[in-house]
């Protein structure tokens, strides 16, 4: 009796009859099959990954040293000041690098503005900062006319279209209390914003594009559920043609 009984014993681990044996043997090839899948690709993704930096981050780079000296152009500090706002505009910076894309932004534009647009440019950042101060209804009339004043005063500056859309963050991050020189400390944390927010790690896998999408999230978000439904469905038919084999009947 005890033969017969240890006979229908089910343990995964401990399979005792062969139905059991083939059943654990085929849900560990699929299992293997979808880790492969999934942790193999991740895999694949970082060994063949390359920092690749932003147009802009190349444009820093070209106009840094001037820059810092304060040798630069009206138009390195423009370019300076767009790179800025490049990274202002990305939603995950934290509040301390916000602050000091803030204050060399502002900076900057204070450069462009020269001695006779500063008084201009700071009265308008103040009389916008006045109005921000004292409303929570960014659709108050007096806000929005205050910021689009400042925004069509500050825009021309950088030379931004129109249809660019940085050009509805320009108001809320421009600000008076800015350097009247970059310190080596506030430089050091530029450097490591820039290198973090404008350096991405791309390769083949992320810049190619099938039906519309990036390969790599085609490939996670739709080929692995699918692939998850197709091992599904050969365990069923796989199950079935063990029962059969071995005269096992639901």
Same mark, same amino acid.
């Given at each position: =009796?005890?033969?017969?009984?240890?006979?229908?014993?089910?343990?995964?681990?401990?399979?005792?009859?062969?139905?059991?044996?083939?059943?654990?043997? =085929?849900?560990?090839?699929?299992?293997?099959?979808?880790?492969?899948?999934?942790?193999?690709?991740?895999?694949?993704?970082?060994?063949?990954?390359?920092?690749?930096?932003?147009?802009?981050?190349?444009?820093?780079?070209?106009?840094? /040293?001037?820059?810092?000296?304060?040798?630069?152009?009206?138009?390195?500090?423009?370019?300076?000041?767009?790179?800025?706002? &490049?990274?202002?505009?990305?939603? @995950?910076?934290?509040?301390?690098? &916000?602050?000091?894309?803030?204050?060399?932004?502002?900076?900057?534009?204070?450069?462009?503005?020269?001695?006779?647009?500063?008084?201009?440019?700071?009265?308008?950042?103040?009389?916008?900062?006045?109005?921000?101060?004292?409303?929570?209804?960014? =659709?108050?009339?007096?806000?929005?006319? /205050?910021? @689009?004043?400042?925004?069509?005063?500050?825009?021309? =500056?950088?030379?931004?279209?129109?249809?660019?859309? %940085?050009? %509805?963050?320009?108001?809320?991050?421009?600000?008076?209390?800015?350097?009247?020189?970059?310190?080596?400390?506030?430089?050091?944390?530029?450097?490591?914003?820039?290198?973090?927010?404008?350096?991405?790690?791309?390769?083949?896998?992320?810049?190619?594009?099938?039906?519309?999408?990036?390969?790599?999230?085609?490939?996670?978000?739709?080929?692995?559920?699918?692939?998850?439904?197709?091992?599904?469905?050969?365990?069923?038919?796989? /199950?079935?043609?063990?029962?059969?084999?071995?005269?096992?009947?639901?």
């Amino acid at each position: =009796m005890e033969k017969k009984k240890q006979e229908y014993h089910t343990s995964f681990f401990k399979p005792s009859n062969k139905r059991t044996k083939a059943n654990r043997n =085929m849900v560990i090839w699929l299992v293997s099959i979808w880790a492969v899948a999934v942790f193999g690709f991740q895999i694949l993704l970082k060994v063949l990954e390359k920092p690749t930096p932003e147009p802009d981050w190349k444009t820093y780079q070209t106009i840094k /040293a001037s820059v810092y000296s304060e040798d630069a152009t009206t138009e390195d500090y423009r370019k300076f000041a767009r790179v800025n706002l &490049r990274v202002l505009a990305k939603i @995950f910076i934290t509040p301390d690098e &916000r602050e000091t894309l803030q204050k060399s932004m502002s900076w900057a534009f204070f450069n462009i503005a020269g001695e006779e647009g500063k008084h201009i440019l700071s009265d308008e950042i103040n009389k916008f900062k006045a109005v921000e101060d004292t409303t929570s209804d960014v =659709m108050n009339p007096a806000y929005q006319d /205050a910021k @689009f004043r400042l925004q069509a005063h500050a825009a021309p =500056m950088l030379q931004l279209l129109k249809s660019d859309v %940085r050009i %509805r963050k320009l108001p809320l991050e421009l600000r008076t209390d800015y350097p009247q020189k970059l310190s080596p400390e506030h430089i050091g944390k530029l450097e490591n914003i820039f290198d973090a927010y404008l350096i991405h790690n791309r390769s083949v896998l992320t810049d190619t594009v099938v039906l519309g999408f990036p390969f790599h999230y085609l490939y996670t978000a739709v080929l692995l559920l699918i692939l998850f439904v197709v091992l599904c469905w050969l365990y069923c038919i796989t /199950a079935d043609s063990q029962n059969k084999k071995h005269n096992i009947q639901d």
